[in-house]
């Protein structure tokens, strides 16, 4: 619900692996949100978009994966048990929140200021007309 306003209807794993609106998958927790461009190739042209990428959904490497691929530096690190929240900002001076499992957290040894990318594992793009 939001304002009175049913958003979706569904199961948990519907909701939350498949989110109707920019409201709902806000709604369930942390994510990281990108604008961009979506080129709809059944038109001409492209309007904004807005992607959301929840932070265990990102993957960080310390070279790039290709074009998916965003460069960043390491901000500040928080290890939590299972998993590090990997703050970086990147190279459009965007704040991004990264959660790495500890086992691949302690094999990529990951230091502050250090250069690493962030690559979309899955994403959820909301934008007037087009959502995946």
Do not use: C, W
């Amino acid at each position: 619900m939001n304002q009175a306003k049913i958003e979706q209807i569904g199961t948990p794993d519907e909701v939350f692996h498949r989110p109707a609106s920019e409201f709902v998958i806000d709604f369930l927790g942390s994510v990281n949100v990108f604008s961009g461009r979506n080129s709809d190739i059944q038109t001409t042209g492209s309007e904004q978009a807005k992607v959301y990428v929840r932070p265990h959904e990102l993957q960080i490497t310390r070279d790039s994966l290709g074009q998916s691929s965003i460069g960043a530096q390491v901000q500040r690190i928080h290890r939590a048990g299972a998993s590090a929240k990997v703050f970086v900002q990147t190279s459009k001076d965007q704040s991004v929140r990264v959660d790495v499992p500890m086992n691949q957290f302690q094999l990529l040894e990951l230091g502050i200021g250090q250069q690493v990318f962030i690559t979309p594992l899955q994403a959820h793009v909301f934008s007037a007309d087009y959502e995946i």
